[in-house]
């Protein structure tokens, strides 16, 4: 079953609203998570690191500001899109390593956002 | 991003034929390296992964690792058409970087 899930699973907004996405580690604990951004037809990019207890750590080029990250507890971390744009609009995907196995990354099933 | 480079393709092999993707990596001190099925809409998904020069194999599916060439590979034998999908190969020495991918359709 999924171990890692992620609120809304699609999102539709208007220009300049903010939209925050949840990611959750269900029978793990993760003190790091991983956020994806994927354009259609593009890969996975790395938008940023969320460490738990501690900031953020952004990937070059993408604006902390605009996509605030934070990482409540050992199972949860959002994703708040602030003033989103139609730019922004993408599927956004998280991940969480599962640790004590094969060090391997477990992908939440993504968060379809829509700026209209 | 550390470069991750895959044939982007796309490919097209028919049902029952071995499908072979490949990729490169451009940072030596990677240590892991997975390969990640991709449906379309969809998050990845994890296929297999392998850490040690040479080749290793799980059902239909071999990953072969060849890291003084610093290049991983996936074989699929016998390929379904289930398996037509994005196949995603990723690096990881302290993060995870991806290649753009390699479009599989398989022909039934």
């Known amino acids: 079953g999924a171990v890692v899930s992620q609120h809304p699973s699609w999102v539709i907004c208007k220009s300049g609203t903010s939209v925050k996405i949840e990611c959750r580690s269900l029978d793990f604990q993760a003190t790091t998570m991983f956020w994806y951004r994927q354009f259609p037809k593009q890969s996975l990019m790395l938008m940023a690191t969320?460490?738990?207890?501690?900031?953020?750590?952004?990937e070059q080029g993408v604006e902390k500001d605009k996509f605030l990250i934070n990482h409540a507890s050992l199972t949860l971390s959002t994703l708040t899109v602030t003033s989103a744009h139609p730019e922004d609009s993408s599927f956004y995907i998280c991940?969480?390593?599962?640790?004590?196995?094969?060090?391997?990354?477990?992908f939440g099933p993504g968060t379809r956002l829509t700026v209209l | 991003q550390k470069e991750v480079e895959q044939n982007s393709g796309p490919l097209s092999v028919p049902e029952g034929a071995i499908a072979s993707l490949n990729c490169t990596y451009s940072d030596r001190g990677s240590q892991s390296f997975f390969w990640y099925r991709q449906y379309s809409g969809k998050s990845p998904e994890l296929i297999m992964f392998i850490y040690s020069n040479g080749d290793k194999e799980d059902g239909r599916f071999t990953a072969q690792l060849n890291k003084a060439s610093q290049y991983v590979s996936l074989l699929i034998r016998d390929s379904q058409p289930s398996d037509s999908a994005t196949y995603l190969c990723a690096v990881n020495p302290h993060q995870f970087y991806f290649g753009t991918g390699t479009s599989l359709t398989v022909i039934p």
């Open positions: 969320s460490n738990e207890g501690s900031k953020a750590t952004y």
């Open positions: 991940s969480a390593p599962r640790l004590g196995g094969a060090d391997t990354q477990y």
